[in-house]
């Protein structure tokens, strides 16, 4: 990487002071739900909500294809909720607790071996067509906050991760993600790939670093839809919950500035790339309308006991394609957040001599795997009913 191309991404990447009202609380029986307040941009938000991105490439905005919230009306009364619970869920889903045993597992790494920028046969329309966000949202949700790059005189040592070796010089890649708060228990994030208010908060998880997990809500989905519905009143995405401080959140923005507050440098910096309103949701909205809507609709699937783990970030198109297929089979996973300048780099490459990403391990059968159709194939053989 020269210099040049470096600095040009560092500017990008600059975070600017931006003004924004407080997230409000709204008090509810517990858990504690934080949720926003109506803004002045709320009717356009409203009708932003219902666009289908797929419909975009066809020309049209079918407000019942994007389904991202279903209109609820009616008031409810918490309390009553309590002492008459329904009980919609009759398969078991994975939990944080349930995930916690899994690093003890021995992975069997299986299929073919990583090739760094290879495309698959048969695959180079599906990747050309997860790059829309390269356009559209430039380096959100590749870099980490405060990323830097270097580069170091001399051979890089066998046992570290650079991005690659120049003229007797390695690249070294830091950030500041080191110096924010880290949560004790994983965040969950209950949401869906074809939605733009999603994305923001997914590229928001890559700029902080943070591991989560996510509970995808696609449309038909019979589990995890049902289940914001009853815990905050709304089926509307995205939904978040720290368990580390009870907190439970609808509202892209909020959530972006809860989580900077909480984990990063402060909301007041976020960077810019998230902070255009609805700018960056229709930048977000184009860049995933290629894909014609996938990673938005159910695909019967077997609920997995346990989440499956990938190393993944929000601007891989390779990475994209693997979430797109986690999403439609409804399956709870794990993420840990590997943008550049992130130490999830290191980590996987202390695991398999080698960084890419996606990478995958499914702590339910025992196999680890790279290559984004290889596990696309794996998870459609293995959970798709």
Known sequence: MSASLASKAAFVGRRFVAGKTPYRTTRRAAPAIRAAAPSDDAALSRALRTVNTGGLMRGSTRVGDAHVMEADTTTKDTTEKEETPQDTQETPVPTTAAFSSSAEIQYTLQGPPPKKFGVADGELGNVLSASGSFLTRAVSGALCEGWNVSLVQGECPRDTYTF?????????????????????????????????????????????????????????????????????????????????????????????????????????????????????????????????????????????AKPITVYSYEASPFCKLVREK???????????????????????????????????????????????SAIAKYLEQTYAK
């Open 164 to 304: 690659g070796e120049f003229g007797g010089r390695y690249v070294k890649e830091t950030s500041d993600v080191s110096k924010f708060a880290r949560p004790q228990i994983q965040l969950e994030l209950y949401e869906f790939e074809g939605c733009p208010f999603c994305k923001k908060v997914r590229e928001a998880v890559i700029w902080l670093d943070l591991d989560v997990l996510f509970y995808p809500c696609p449309q038909g989905g019979p589990n995890f839809r049902e289940q914001i519905k009853q815990r905050g009143g709304k089926s509307m995405f995205p939904y978040m919950v720290d368990p580390n401080t009870k907190i439970e959140m609808y509202e892209s923005d909020d959530i972006i500035d809860y989580l900077y507050d909480t984990y990063g440098p402060g909301k007041e910096n976020v960077s810019s790339l998230l902070r255009a309103g609805a700018l960056t949701v229709l930048t977000a909205g184009f860049g995933l309308a290629p894909r014609m809507g996938a990673g938005s609709r159910y695909t019967p699937a077997t609920m997995p």
């Open 326 to 372: 986690l999403v439609e089979l409804e399956l709870p996973h794990l993420m840990k957040s590997s943008g550049r300048g992130s130490p999830k780099r290191q980590e996987l490459f202390d695991k398999r001599g080698m960084f890419q990403a996606p990478y995958i391990e499914d702590p339910n059968t025992g196999i680890a795997m790279f290559e984004s």
